[in-house]
T-cell receptor, first 110, second 114 residues
Framework: RKEVEQDPGPFNVPEGATVAFNCTYS??????FFWYRQDCRKEPKLLMS???SGNEDGRFTAQLNRASQYISLLIRDSKLSDSATYLC???????????FGTGTSLTVIP | NAGVTQTPKFRVLKTGQSMTLLCAQD?????MYWYRQDPGMGLRLIHY???????AKGEVPDGYNVSRLKKQNFLLGLESAAPSQTSVYFC?????????????FGDGTRLSIL
C-alpha cells in the first residue's frame, strides 16, 4: 500500500468555482502534513502546512482528520493562476522522512 | 536569498558516461535529500543525509551514489549513466531545529541519457 494516495484528477473547473482535493495516508505514525504546489516542469513549492485544528490561508483551507488518516485542501473562488498539480505530503520525525502523493492536477478554465 | 541551488539545470549524457549533480543550501539545514520525478510516478527518494558525513539509501538508490562532505552540499553521482536514469532530479533540504518543518526544493536538474 502506498504511503500517500491522492486522486490524480484531472480536475477541470471554471474560474470562481470551489474545488476540493483529498488525500489519505497509511501510517498512523505520520506527524506533520503539508500541501505543495507544483507547476509544470518546476520544483514543488510549499502551499501550506496542515494543522490538527484545520487552517486557512486566504482562499485555501486545509483540514486534517487523524482518526481517518485523511487530509483535504479546499480552494475557493478558483483563479486561472491556481492551475497546477497539488501534492499531498506527510512527514515522520524519525529520520525526518517525507512521503509524497503523486499529485492532483487542477486546470482552471476561463 | 538563494535557498537551495542545483547545478547543472540541464544535461544530456551518453549511456555509460558519468556525472555529478551538485546541490547547495544556505539555510544551515541538517537534512538533505535527492529525489527523481518521472511522469505518473511522483517524487521518489534516491538518497538522503541527516547531517555532514552521513548518507542513507532511499526508495530507489541503485545506480546512484552520494556524498555529504560539507553540511551545505549534497552531491549525487551517476557512475555509468543508463537511459532509465533519464528524469528530473530535485534536491531538497529541511531543518532539524524544529519538528514539523517542511522541505525546501531546488529548481531541478533535467537529465537525458541517450
Amino acid at each position: 500500500r502506498k504511503e500517500v494516495e491522492q486522486d490524480p484528477g484531472p480536475f477541470n473547473v471554471p474560474e470562481g468555482a470551489t474545488v476540493a482535493f483529498n488525500c489519505t495516508y497509511s501510517n498512523s505514525a505520520s506527524q506533520s502534513f503539508f500541501w505543495y504546489r507544483q507547476d509544470c516542469r518546476k520544483e514543488p513549492k510549499l502551499l501550506m502546512s496542515v494543522y490538527s485544528s484545520g487552517n486557512e490561508d486566504g482562499r485555501f483551507t486545509a483540514q486534517l482528520n487523524r482518526a481517518s488518516q485523511y487530509i483535504s485542501l479546499l480552494i475557493r473562488d478558483s483563479k486561472l493562476s491556481d492551475s497546477a498539480t497539488y501534492l499531498c505530503v506527510v512527514n515522520r520525525y524519525t529520520g525526518n522522512q517525507f512521503y509524497f502523493g503523486t499529485g492532483t492536477s487542477l486546470t482552471v478554465i476561463p | 536569498n538563494a535557498g537551495v541551488t542545483q547545478t547543472p539545470k540541464f544535461r544530456v549524457l551518453k549511456t555509460g558516461q558519468s556525472m555529478t549533480l551538485l546541490c547547495a543550501q544556505d539555510m544551515n539545514h541538517e537534512y538533505m535529500y535527492w529525489y527523481r520525478q518521472d511522469p505518473g510516478m511522483g517524487l521518489r527518494l534516491i538518497h538522503y543525509s541527516v547531517g555532514e558525513g552521513t548518507t542513507a539509501k532511499g526508495e530507489v538508490p541503485d545506480g546512484y551514489n552520494v556524498s555529504r562532505l560539507k553540511k551545505q552540499n549534497f552531491l549525487l553521482g551517476l557512475e555509468s549513466a543508463a537511459p532509465s536514469q533519464t528524469s528530473v532530479y530535485f534536491c531538497a533540504s529541511s531543518s532539524d531545529r524544529v519538528e514539523g518543518q517542511p522541505q525546501h526544493f531546488g529548481d531541478g536538474t533535467r537529465l537525458s541519457i541517450l
